[in-house]
């Protein structure tokens, strides 16, 4: 059991940001040098079980928080883009924080979701940064959330981005939006309409569970973020037994980086080969 290729979602205990975009709940949070302690220590002993796992993995780093910012979040990106039997390793990431890191990566295995608060960073510095990573040949997605003030932002950043640069747009949280709204952003993000609705999930078949998992800093394993009940625990093992399909019991699912995973969307053939990052296959 559960030596197919496995998918990990990881998020420790990081919940610490230096921006502070208002639709987030961890905007300006400071973390205490304990807390930041725990959280590399977290981030060390899972580092080691993906180190010392023999089967495929891919591993997809979503903190609360903004990781790149700590260099342990970038020391394991680089230590697990090395290692052969990881195909993929990602990170959730503002980009505040310098790229030459990634000089030190396996650019066939490393790969950044980023993403564009306009408002908490200066446009050019934000496009610089994303040219120097498209020089460097790093694989890379740009997104920004749906805002209406954000649009002529998202629009002049689509403009700049070389062409091969996939940019998505979140629909803004709790926010309905008009045909005429949703085809601005479609306009920039063709596969705006994956998220501009909840997605309706209940008892549908969902390969979190089964060849995807959601691990936390304590290694508890979930079958992904936003469903409570524990299938067991990374280290000792405990969840592999536990690893099957199951439905969906939620209402909905309206994250990326859940409903992407729902089998009844075609989401693994539109982003084949980069599921955990968000580009999808054509671009």
């Known amino acids: 059991m ?13 919940a610490s940001c230096d921006y502070d975009c208002p639709y ?26 993906v180190r010392d796992r023999r089967h495929a993995v891919s591993v997809l780093f979503t903190p609360w928080g903004e990781g790149l910012v700590r260099s342990w979040y970038r020391r394991a990106l680089v230590e697990l883009s090395h290692l052969p039997h990881v195909e993929r390793v990602a990170i959730q990431t503002n980009l505040s924080h310098r790229v030459d ?26 496009l610089g940064k994303c040219r120097d990573l498209a020089a460097r040949g790093v694989r890379f997605s740009v997104g920004v959330v749906g805002q209406p003030e954000h649009l002529d932002a998202a629009r002049r950043l689509r403009a700049d981005l070389p062409g091969e640069v996939y940019l998505w747009v979140n629909a803004a949280e709790g926010r309905t939006y008009t045909d005429a709204e949703a085809a601005d952003w479609t ?23 089964e060849t995807v998992i959601s691990v936390d800093g304590e290694g508890t394993v979930r079958r992904c973020h936003f469903i409570p009940t524990v299938l067991g625990n990374l280290y000792d093992g ?38 955990l990052e968000r580009i999808p296959l054509t671009s």
């Open 2 to 14: 559960g030596h197919g290729h496995l998918t990990i979602l990881y998020r420790g205990p990081l």
């Open 24 to 49: 987030c709940p961890f905007a300006k949070r400071r973390d205490t040098p304990e807390q930041l302690r725990a959280d590399r220590a977290a981030l060390e002993r899972f580092t080691g079980w």
């Open 101 to 126: 890191w990634t000089a030190e990566a396996d650019l066939s295995r490393l790969a950044l979701w980023t993403t564009y608060h306009p408002g908490q960073v200066p446009y050019d510095r934000f």
């Open 187 to 209: 306009a920039l993000d063709p596969l705006f309409a994956y998220s501009r609705e909840p997605h309706p999930s209940k008892g549908l078949p969902c390969r979190t569970g």
């Open 238 to 275: 405990s969840y592999e037994a536990a690893l099957r399909p199951r439905p969906c019991p939620a209402d909905i699912c309206d994250c990326h980086i859940g409903y992407v995973h729902l089998e009844p969307l075609p989401l693994y053939d539109v982003f084949a080969g980069g599921i």
